[in-house]
């Protein structure tokens, strides 16, 4: 088995999220043409001078690129983010951000720093016989995150986030990315989970995200839904039992009013 790769440099969107890619971060930088993709049950298109950071491929369905379409893209696995992004709060501002929306718009000046961050990976990645090869490459990608922390900042502004914040928030982010939300979407059962109140994890929710609790709990579970509707060999009943909804007619009220289209409708 061959092993797996920090970074993968490529010049195509096709197949993000799948095989080699997947679960790995994705972030790419257009030169010409554009893109049009799905993601979180959304369409947007990724046009030239524009950047792009999706951290969970997964949740991309079709990738519609055009004739004249020419973009860097940059995958690298979660760990090596991990240890290469910078000691600062601003990621988890930046990161609900782009959840709701991944594509950041450059002014000009910033679309020349995004294209060479990215030129400057692609040349780093390529002196394999460096002897310190690794850290270089810690070097180039914490550069890119820390461009983009700037550029995000230009857009959203720069209010300092508190360490406490951050903390809460990523762990009430922990609880929903392994699936929480499947058997409980109240803010108190998150809130207990984490020893504050209901309140206060709305508030800091509110603070870092523009969005209270339990947007982001009904969030991830219509996502998740969407995505298991379909598979027709599920039935309505048994995707309600699933998530723990009290009947199937309470689950198909949950989809219209977060979906705005009936169960049936998405399987047509």
């Not at 839904?225 to 009220?253: E, M």
């Amino acid at each position: 088995m061959n092993e797996r790769r920090d970074i993968i440099v490529t010049d195509t969107l096709t197949g993000i999220g799948k095989g080699e890619v997947a679960g790995y971060l994705c972030h790419a930088y257009c030169h010409k043409g554009s893109c049009e993709f799905t993601y979180n049950n959304n369409i947007y298109r990724l046009k030239a001078g524009e950047c792009l950071i999706i951290r969970r491929g997964d949740l991309v369905g079709r990738t519609d690129e055009s004739d004249d379409f020419h973009v860097d893209v940059v995958y690298v696995t979660p760990e090596f983010i991990e240890v290469s992004t910078p000691r600062s709060n601003y990621g988890m501002k930046g990161s609900l951000a782009l959840f709701n929306d991944p594509i950041m718009h450059l002014t000009p000046e910033q679309q020349k720093v995004c294209a060479l961050d990215f030129d400057y990976i692609k040349r780093r990645l390529a002196l394999t016989t460096h002897h310190f090869h690794r850290d270089a490459m810690i070097n180039a990608i914490q550069c890119m995150i820390i461009d983009f922390f700037d550029f995000h900042a230009s857009l959203y502004g720069n209010e300092k986030i508190t360490s406490q914040y951050a903390e809460l928030m990523e762990h009430f982010l922990a609880l929903l990315e392994r699936g929480d939300y499947r058997k409980n979407r109240e803010v108190n059962y998150y809130a207990g989970k984490l020893f504050v109140t209901s309140k206060y994890l709305s508030e800091v929710c509110k603070k870092l995200s523009g969005f209270p609790a339990n947007y982001w709990i009904n969030r991830y579970t219509v996502l998740d839904i969407s995505r298991q509707l379909r598979d027709r060999k599920r039935t309505l009943t048994a995707l309600a039992d699933a998530y723990n909804f009290s009947s199937t007619g309470y689950f198909c009220r949950y989809v219209q009013k977060y979906l705005g289209v009936k169960p049936t409708e998405l399987r047509e």
